[in-house]
């Protein structure tokens, strides 16, 4: 298994440009995850899915959407990209226990820097 | 909302020493998951432990142990034996029970050779 992976793992973007951050993950797990992690902090929840063809906002979603088209896959879409938006984004997922939830995995993150 | 408190930025160990990090966190739920996760150099987020909040006993990992205090919401890391390897920077979560994570501000810990 790969467990999350996310590409890229650097990019350099202009204000104004748009991008999407790619996701997957290969555990077939339901919940799936984005957060982003600004310097000297803790992560931020910024979208999140509990299945294919479901997902919610976070802490921190204005700027960001997301789809889920497939288990395995949730890209992280840009619309018009901001210096406020530099930092490095952690996709993860994680699957439900019976009577509780089960811990979340991450993939190695992306750093983002919008100039 | 919960919140998540680390109160030490920044804390250092000795070598083959112990240490403790802190955590506090605020929530009106009684059925809630708490971890540890560690972020080295290399930012990649490793799971260090986690707590069910409904088992009364602290859990542990080899040479990583909690100090579960429900009622004070407190839950404390503390790594025996410390390795060079230690050194990063460990964020305690709080997951209420809906896989989304709430996470503290972070402690960085130097281990010293």
């Known amino acids: 298994n790969a467990g999350v992976t996310q590409t890229p793992k650097f990019q350099v973007l202009k204000t104004g440009q748009s991008m999407t951050l790619q996701c997957a993950q290969d555990?077939?797990?339901?919940?799936m995850s984005w957060y982003r992690q600004d310097p000297g902090m803790g992560l931020r929840l910024i979208h999140y899915?509990?299945?294919?063809?479901?997902?919610d906002q976070g802490e921190v979603p204005n700027g960001y959407n997301v789809s889920r088209s497939t288990t395995e896959d949730f890209p992280l879409r840009l619309l018009s990209a901001a210096p406020s938006q530099t930092s490095v984004y952690f996709c993860?997922?994680?699957?439900?226990?019976?009577?509780?939830?089960?811990?979340?995995?991450f993939g190695p993150g992306t750093r983002l820097t919008v100039l | 909302a919960q919140t998540v408190t680390q109160s030490q930025p920044e804390m250092s160990v000795q070598e083959a020493e112990t240490v403790t990090l802190s955590c506090t966190y605020d929530?009106?739920?009684?059925?809630?998951?708490l971890f540890w996760y560690k972020q080295p150099p290399s930012r990649q987020m490793i799971l260090v432990i986690r707590?069910?909040?409904?088992?009364?006993q602290n859990a542990t990992e080899n040479r990583f142990s909690v100090n579960f205090q429900k009622a004070a919401k407190s839950f404390s890391l503390k790594i025996s034996d410390s390795q060079l390897g230690d050194t990063a920077m460990y964020f305690c979560?709080?997951?209420?029970?809906?896989?989304?994570?709430?996470f503290g501000g972070g402690t960085r810990l130097m281990v010293k050779p």
């Open positions: 979560a709080f997951d209420n029970a809906g896989n989304m994570l709430t």
């Open positions: 555990m077939n797990h339901e919940y």
């Open positions: 707590q069910e909040a409904y088992k009364q």
């Open positions: 929530t009106s739920e009684n059925n809630y998951y």
């Open positions: 993860a997922s994680s699957s439900e226990l019976a009577g509780g939830t089960d811990t979340q995995y």
């Open positions: 899915s509990v299945g294919a063809g479901i997902t």
